[in-house]
């Protein structure tokens, strides 16, 4: 589906051009960053500024139309982490390294292990930006 250029830019602009998931920054990447809907079309999402966010192409892939993850430790299911209801802040946390993102809750728990939001690439990449002195 094709999202107007004015949504678009709308969805760029409150996210800071960086995903809402992994928080890279888009500038930082070589890939164009993708506007995800966060309750799927398949489950009657909108094509609405209050149901889409910016996604980095790998969260938007390993997110595909999930709503519901399990958490790790409990095992049970629990609601994807939904970036414009809930604070990043309130569900996760940076590593002392500040390379790993760390869940707090069941739901950053689940969200983490789900969209890989530690994938060995991205660790990588966070170290060099940090390097370059870059603040996630």
Not at 51 to 68: D, E, G, T, W
Request: overall charge positive; proline content about 7%.
């Amino acid at each position: 589906m094709s999202i107007a250029s004015t949504l678009r830019q709308q969805v760029y602009i409150r996210d800071r051009a960086c995903c809402v998931y992994c928080h890279s920054p888009e500038e930082l990447t070589i890939t164009t960053f993708e506007v995800d809907h966060i309750t799927p079309l398949s489950a009657d999402g909108k094509t609405e500024l209050d149901n889409l966010c910016l996604a980095c192409p790998s969260c938007n892939r390993y997110k595909s139309a999930r709503q519901f993850v399990i958490d790790p430790q409990s095992k049970q299911p629990v609601p994807l982490y939904h970036p414009l209801k809930q604070l990043w802040s309130d569900h996760f946390v940076w590593s002392e390294s500040h390379l790993e993102i760390v869940g707090l809750t069941p739901i950053g728990r689940a969200t983490v292990e789900v969209l890989r939001l530690n994938r060995p690439q991205l660790i990588r990449l966070r170290g060099l930006w940090l390097k370059l002195g870059y603040t996630l």
